[in-house]
């Protein structure tokens, strides 16, 4: 063999209890698995090297289903933010804007549209213009070696949106919505797991649902999923849910509910209607997911709290409106006291907006402020390019842990690693769950959550031989020791590196080791199997 782990404690991920044995790997793939007190006569295996694992908990590698490190991987070998953690695969194109499929126009759009989440690119060669390129693309990154964790991807709707309609606020023509048809399909035969939106953002919220309902036909066609970032988190967040449900039913399409959270003070306490809303659903025989992140802040760009008509035409279009007064007072109108859509139907309360990062240098001083009101706000748009980051504190401690309990529940970081004070949540997610809310607070047992990180969202990505410790499967592992993991990222801190995390393997080799990042990318492109 070419690697085992002596007497680890291994939590496998179908959440049953766990076990201690030796788990021997040869050829990137588990090769078996002898348990402790074995019949006689059953030899614990050797190999190449023994590493002993006393103390620690072997599982699953991590599924990191919402991530948006789209060009971080191709900009960052390294790429220890989620490696670190555990994550040996990463949900790209999330929240329907991404980088594929477009042409020239598209391109130089969205590259405009989400500055604020992974910076406008002046330092990748963009030389695709498909999903199947984008996946080639980071397959033969960083000179043909790869990337640091495996990654999936979902077609973006507002990009495929963009692309065949540009930025108006109006339903799609019936060639127009062909169009948009064979785009989705085009994906998915190129390696897309699914279809995700973002309809708090534009121009993906300009689609009326039987648009979308479109769409998610062809997914199902495919056999994806559909993730949403629905229309409300806020004030019609139990409606918004309703809508995504009722959507994907008369589609006949999966449906995996993005950082299904419930924010804001008109949210508070009202997770057990969430569940409840999925529980009926679920029982009617509907496919729903859903992930989160263990924090109460959201994270986003500052132009998304915009109202949708302020979008129309594109971010030049928006930087018009904001610098002529009498728009940006109309604009004010509807954040601060109608409750914008783009902030979901809350007045915004600015005090809990806080500037994670900026686009412009110059700008550097906001960084870690909680803005003061519209003036600094609009400021900040104009001059930042609609680049700016913010934590938004409309979280609610009691619904975290409510939703996470849920067996539909997998984990999500959410994590947008561009500005100096991103989220924690980008590196500390995973760690937290298993320190904070196994360890310290019981919310869930390890080996329950372990199966939220690993083998259900494993399900949900229809992979036959990951997700789970079980021989024959793909070696995507990690070893952590339950009594001490944790994040290091905090608030004042965000991108420290997590601890108790000694080891992570991708395809059998190690990622981390010893705690440190080693220089092998072993990650690459995983598509969706026909």
């Known amino acids: 063999m070419d690697l085992v782990f002596r007497d680890a404690e291994v939590v496998d ?48 590698g991590f599924i990191d289903m919402h991530a948006h490190s789209d060009l971080a991987l191709l900009r960052d070998p390294d790429h220890s933010a989620k490696a670190a ?64 964790v495996n990654a999936a991807y979902l077609v973006p709707q507002g990009t495929v949106r963009m692309h065949a309609v540009g930025w108006e606020d109006r339903p799609a023509t019936e060639a127009e919505l062909n169009r948009m048809r064979r785009l989705v399909a085009e994906g998915l035969e190129q390696g897309a797991v699914g279809m995700s939106s973002g309809l708090t953002y534009t121009p993906g919220m300009y689609a009326p649902d039987a648009e979308l309902t479109e769409l998610c036909r062809v997914v199902a066609e495919y056999d994806g999923y559909y993730c949403p970032h629905h229309r409300s988190y806020g004030a019609g967040a139990l409606r918004a849910y309703e809508e995504m449900i009722t959507l994907s039913r008369e589609a006949g399409c999966a449906l995996h509910l993005a950082h299904a959270t419930m924010n804001f003070g008109v949210n508070r306490g009202r997770a057990p209607e969430l569940l409840a809303l999925l529980d009926e659903a679920l029982d009617a025989g509907a496919d729903i997911s859903l992930d989160t992140y263990p924090y109460t802040p959201g994270c986003t760009s500052l132009v998304a709290l915009l109202p949708s008509w302020a979008g129309e035409g594109g971010p030049e279009a928006v930087r018009a409106r904001l610098r002529d007064d009498g728009t940006a ?61 913010v934590l938004q504190h409309v979280g609610h401690e009691e619904n975290v842990r409510a939703i996470m309990r849920h067996p539909a529940h997998t984990g999500g970081s959410d994590g947008i690693l561009q500005g100096l004070k991103p989220h924690p949540r980008a590196y500390g997610t995973f760690p937290r769950y298993l320190g904070r809310y196994v360890r310290e607070l019981g919310v869930l047992s390890l080996e329950e959550c372990v199966a939220h990180l690993t083998s259900r969202p494993a399900a949900r990505l229809r992979l036959p031989d990951r997700g789970l410790v079980r021989e024959g499967y793909v070696a995507d592992l990690v070893l952590f020791d339950p009594a001490t993991v944790a994040p290091g990222a905090t608030y004042a801190a965000p991108r420290t590196l997590p601890v108790g995390v000694p080891h992570v393997l991708i395809d059998g080799r190690f990622v981390i080791e010893d705690g440190r990042r080693t220089d092998i990318l072993a990650g690459r492109s995983i598509r969706r199997t026909p």
């Open 13 to 60: 991920g179908g959440g049953g209890p766990s076990y201690r044995a030796d788990v021997a790997i040869d050829g990137g793939r588990i090769a078996a698995i002898v348990k402790e007190g074995a019949a006689a006569g059953c030899q614990r295996p050797t190999a190449r090297r023994v590493v002993d694992a006393e103390g620690l908990a072997l599982s699953p």
């Open 329 to 389: 007072e109309r604009i004010r109108h509807h954040l601060e006291v109608l409750g914008s859509d783009g902030c979901h139907g809350v007045p915004v309360e600015w005090d809990t907006v806080e500037v994670s990062g900026v686009s412009d240098p110059a700008l550097a001083e906001f960084t870690g402020r909680r803005l003061d009101g519209w003036p600094t706000a609009r400021r900040l748009l104009v001059e930042d390019r609609l680049g700016t980051t």
């Open 85 to 148: 953690q555990g994550v040996t695969l990463e949900v790209l194109g999330q929240d329907g804007l991404s980088y594929a499929p477009v042409d020239d126009r598209t391109l130089a759009e969205v590259r405009g549209a989400i500055t604020g989440w992974n910076g406008y690119g002046d330092d990748i060669d963009f030389d695709w213009r498909t999903v199947g390129g984008y996946l080639d693309r980071l397959d033969r990154a960083h000179d043909g070696r790869g990337i640091a």
